[in-house]
């Protein structure tokens, strides 16, 4: 079996420490910990010990989580290394050589390409790019048979920033529980809605096989602390448990600390008000810059993220214009290929420099269009 790459990881961490302009990432502009700290927080990291920290999480921290989640209890919760780990230990607890799983496409494809390193076969589903990315669920229902094992859903997604409506999300739960399959939820951008303030439901809670994701990563700015978690049925959780602890043992103290205090109610209500600000605004600055190039691009206007999944209208793939763009103007954006869908690159605009950025991709993009 040939090992299947994680593409989008690889070109991000082959190319974002060399440009100067990085819009491959996928959340605003990262919080500091400055912003993160309240009264007396220093004086109880610097008093921490540091010893291995509780393996499936502090107390604390699963406290809080579970508190984001109805009905959820703190033995439903097991803390990890960002929701990258908690999706990884998921499909080793739950996927076997030769199950099926059926993924959203387009989608952040790191369960697509765990599983497929697992030897399962992968269908897909997709989101309809001429129906506002709305999913196709006769092509769900028609992919799901006895053989799925598992459907695994990105909500609200990366990279098209759609939110499935309560009706789209039951009728996945209906289709999932008919099968028996295990719902697997990656929620990572939960709280990063651009039009409400309203955080979108979870899955949890649906059907007694579903299992939901977080992240600090995204709706909270803070991806460098590397904590995110999984909640599930108790035993699944233990049994994602027993293979964190041949990955990575604990989460790290520090941030896990880091994260309690970030969950706080009155702080995660800051951190998460911050990087509505940056995707709001970012988005707006987006929009004027696709008004401006209609010729050249488009994009479906998201419903959450600091994401624009812009379509490009040149007959070029998307590795070889975002390689254009990269080496002509030292700006990196995500080919939309690595993320399943051809003809579009993925910018993120939640930073201060997007706009700088875009002007020297529209610039690339005309270039190609005649030729140069
Ligand atoms: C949908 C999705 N899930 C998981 C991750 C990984 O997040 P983390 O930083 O928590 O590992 C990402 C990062 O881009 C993502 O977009």
Known sequence: MTFQPFALEQWQSEWEHTVEINLADSSVRCATLREVLGAGAVDRLLDQ????????????LRTRIASLYAGAQADQVLVTTGASEANQIL????????????VMEPGYRQVWGIARNL???????????????????DALEAAVGPRTRMIAIVNP?????????VEEAARITAIA?????????????????RLTDVETPSFWGGYERVVVVGSLSKAYGLAGLRIGWLVGPKDLVEDAWRRHEYVVIAAAGPSMLLAEMALEPATRAR????????SRSGWAGLERWLSAHADLVSAVPPAATALGFVRYHLDLDSVAVADAIRRRTSVLVAPGVYLGAEHHLRITH????????LDRISTVLRDLKTGR
């Open 49 to 60: 010990v540091l010893f291995y920290p509780q393996v499936n999480g502090t107390d604390a």
């Open 91 to 102: 499909c080793q607890a739950l996927l076997s050589p030769g199950d099926e799983i059926v």
């Open 119 to 137: 030897g399962c076969t992968v269908k897909s589903f997709p989101l309809l790019p001429d129906q506002g990315w709305r999913p196709d669920l």
């Open 157 to 165: 997604n990366n990279p098209t920033g759609s939110i499935l409506t």
């Open 177 to 193: 529980a008919k099968a028996g399959a295990w719902l697997h939820v990656d929620e990572v951008y939960r709280g990063t809605e």
């Open 271 to 278: 951190l998460v008000g911050r990087q509505r600000e940056l």
């Open 350 to 357: 939640g930073y201060e420099h997007a706009p700088a950025a």
